[in-house]
């Protein structure tokens, strides 16, 4: 009878190593950012989603208040982060608490100046014109002076575990050069950039403090010198998201629509991103560089500071 010869793990150990099976490559870093940057491109492609409308329809409701009224608000309210008028309260599903005191501020008056019929005549769309008639007092109130529906919030959050790149950001913002604190008078913003000085709000996930971080720490490297005076407010915070989308997710964060709702927030879209390509990828590279200088993703490339 003839016998067989079972195969033994080491025979199968020597028997696939030389059937030589190819190995799946190893993606670049400049590969990664290229494949991330197309997929925010894609993002925002895609136009607003469900949360970002919904926000924005809820914040068409706020006005935007004179420099003065500002001042005024500040004044008798040093804390108020949102305010607005009753009318404005109640359409947002809200009301004002029983006993809380309104914030004066000044409204304007408009009239309306009405022509004599001969000069009227000569000009049908001048015959009653607007006009300023001065200013009567108002009152609005702060968001924690009222009660009711949550206000919508963008949803989108960064998630993922960021290990040890958070200390190697920290450190490369520090040789840098650059001062950070972590100060809760910055709120509602995350984090702001002052110029060799960045200031996070505290009581951040690890994973959106280190997205905010990375979005400051761009706009230090590429919008603190002549270059934020030849660029808009609505590019330069395109670049500094997309650089965080980038980065975020070439370390494994999820981002979701995050990055893109923040665009779309500062009327940013994917034709602008694409006009920044080119500065998007080296600082992102710079950035991933200092992140990944002991792993195989960094020593894949000879210079990722030349990543295009």
Do not use: C
């Amino acid at each position: 009878m003839n016998t067989a010869t079972i195969a033994t793990p080491s025979n199968v150990t020597s028997f696939t190593q030389n059937l030589k099976i190819p190995q799946p490559k190893q993606q670049t870093t400049k590969e990664a950012i290229a494949a991330n940057v197309q997929a925010l491109i894609e993002h925002l492609e895609q136009g607003h989603s469900e949360g970002l409308t919904a926000y924005l329809t809820a914040m068409g409701r706020f006005h935007t208040y004179s420099f003065g009224n500002i001042l005024e608000i500040a004044r008798q309210r040093p804390n108020a982060t949102r305010v607005a008028g009753l009318y404005a309260w109640n359409q947002l599903g809200r009301k004002v608490k029983k006993g809380e005191r309104g914030i004066r501020i000044l409204a304007p008056v408009i009239g309306v100046r009405r022509k004599k019929d001969a000069e009227a005549e000569k000009d049908i769309r001048t015959q009653n014109q607007a006009v300023l008639v001065g200013f009567r007092s108002a009152y609005v109130f702060d968001v924690s002076q009222t009660e009711g529906k949550d206000l919508p919030e963008l949803s989108e959050r960064v998630t993922g575990n960021v290990g040890e790149y958070s200390e190697r950001l920290l450190d490369f913002i520090s040789a840098q050069g650059i001062q950070l604190e972590f100060n809760e008078s910055i709120a509602p913003a995350l984090g702001m950039s002052y110029g060799s000085r960045i200031a996070v709000l505290p009581g951040q996930e690890a994973a959106e403090e280190f997205s905010t971080l990375v979005h400051e720490l761009a706009h230090e490297m590429l919008h603190k010198a002549e270059r934020r005076t030849a660029t808009t407010k609505t590019r330069r915070e395109t670049e500094a998201e997309a650089i965080a989308f980038v980065v975020g997710t070439t370390i494994g964060l999820s981002t979701g629509r995050a990055s893109a709702d923040y665009i779309h927030l500062y009327h940013g879209n994917a034709a602008l991103l694409t006009e920044s390509l080119e500065v998007i990828q080296k600082t992102s590279a710079v950035i991933l560089s200092a992140l990944e200088s002991n792993t195989a993703v960094a020593s894949s490339e000879s210079s990722l500071a030349e990543a295009s």
